[in-house]
């Protein structure tokens, strides 16, 4: 695409720049703050004035050039910048992007799919019942030797040669063994120990150790065993289910954990179901997918994972480095996913324009109330935050593609499941009290 930005917007942007440039300037005969825009633009030099206004406000054109010509970008854009123009003359610059491939419909209406009944099988209730019996679990004082999975409470004192050093002294310490949460070799010199043990613990800290002055060292630890404590589970009784869960017993526990889990599966069965719904239509299409678009998408998804990984403290080379795959691997592995994502979107897109889906104002506003609420706003000022800010027209395309996936599921017939591998099926299915199979 080529864009022109008309000389008078160029103007208007490199006056309101060299206006914030010259908020600080001082100059004879000039109040602080109140030097005119065109003042500073020749105190500092018209080609500085414009290069940090392209700077600033090159992505704001980009924006609105992708609005105009109403794509759907993949991936980023190659740009290129034109020469800077001379005063009076637009700006003018062009790019390249991949933009959302086009899909031929085939049949999208009436497709027959596959949907599983929700299901809790025997093994998660129990699972959930143990979680639950590890939470209110109580650690009690035991005369034993301390084996995995015990508590050891001891004292402390680490030197480096004959030299205690800085952090290496602790009193009271509660640690488990086999949590694998101190320095390697620690908890395991512990195993076997009894109250009332003194034990020397020799070890080298790691060489990436958080605290540079210990890493590589050699250590040596002299524990003091306190007291051995040991994880009790409370009896699966009825006196538990009454105490975890206000039931009278555990055949009553177990229903109300069961009833949980079914009303999660049928949550996961439904998304399931809409999603099969939306690739049966993709595999009545007809749709180009270009490699270079795979990869750009395949890229959008990496960084997208790896941007939410670094909310959670985890930066990229660190996930790399734990993970033991290198980027090349991750894209690898993420194409077939972004290319059937790509797919998805565009048959979405074309039933979207096949089946001239709007959404209304209404439809806008509607799905603005629980962000309103959460920001104790309205749906209207959110509205026109949105479209001040240029992103009215994505919250619209992606009630459209909503709307879309919604006709897709209202119109499919759902069929039988067919059981897993491992699964046999049921010879009985009609006998009273059987769960359907999932």
């Known amino acids: 695409m080529d864009v022109e930005v008309p000389a008078a917007e160029l103007e208007r942007r490199m006056e309101a720049v060299a206006r914030s440039l010259g908020r600080d300037m001082k100059m004879p005969g000039f109040r602080k703050g109140k030097v005119p825009p065109q003042v500073i633009a020749q105190r500092l030099g018209r080609e500085t004035v414009l290069d940090e206004t392209i700077r600033q406000t090159l992505g704001r054109w980009y924006m609105e050039a992708i609005d105009a010509g109403s794509l759907h970008p ?6 290129s910048l034109d020469d800077p123009p001379a005063a009076g003359e637009p700006l003018t610059f062009s790019f390249e992007i991949g933009v959302r491939p086009t899909a031929q419909l085939g049949t999208y209406k009436g497709l027959e799919v596959a949907r599983r009944e929700p299901g809790a099988e025997d093994e998660a209730i129990s699972a959930q019942i143990d979680e639950l ?43 488990e063994l086999g949590s694998g949460r101190l320095i390697p070799g620690f908890e395991e010199q512990l195993t076997g120990a009894s109250a009332g043990d003194e034990r020397v613990v020799e070890l080298t800290f790691p060489e990436d150790y958080q605290a540079e002055h210990l890493a ?139 089946e001239q889906i709007a959404p209304s104002d209404g439809d806008v506003l509607d799905a603005l109330q629980a962000s309103a609420a959460r920001d104790n706003s309205t749906p209207e000022k959110l509205r026109a935050e949105l479209e001040k800010a240029g992103r009215l027209d994505d919250l619209r395309d992606d009630l459209a593609q909503r ?32 769960e359907p199979s999932a």
């Open 133 to 175: 019996r590890e939470r209110m679990s109580k650690l009690e004082t035991v005369e034993e030797a301390a084996t995995e999975g015990d508590f050891v409470v001891m004292d402390y004192t680490g030197r480096l040669g004959d030299e205690p050093f800085e952090g290496g002294t602790g009193a009271d310490q509660l640690i």
């Open 74 to 79: 993949v991936g980023d854009p190659d740009l």
């Open 403 to 434: 709307a879309a996936l919604d006709l897709l599921v209202e119109h499919a017939t759902a069929v039988p499941a067919e059981p897993a591998a491992d699964e046999p099926a049921a010879e009985d299915a009609g006998d009273a009290g059987d």
């Open 216 to 354: 590589g060292q050699d250590a040596t630890f002299d524990v003091t065993v306190k007291e051995i404590r040991r994880r009790v589970l409370p009896e699966l009784d009825d006196a538990f289910a009454n105490e975890a869960a206000g039931l009278e017993t555990v055949d009553e526990l177990r229903e109300d954990v069961a009833g949980r889990i079914r009303e999660m599966d049928a949550e996961r069965a439904e998304a399931e179901f809409r999603e099969a719904c939306l690739d049966a239509a993709v595999a009545h299409a007809t749709i180009e997918v270009p490699d270079a678009l795979v990869e750009a998408r395949a890229r959008e998804l990496l960084d997208r994972m790896l941007h939410q990984l670094e909310h959670q403290g985890i930066n990229r080379d660190m996930y790399f480095q734990i993970s033991g795959r290198s980027e090349e691997d991750l894209l690898e592995e993420s194409r077939e996913d972004a290319a059937q994502t790509l797919r998805r979107e565009a048959v979405l897109a074309a039933i979207v324009e096949a």
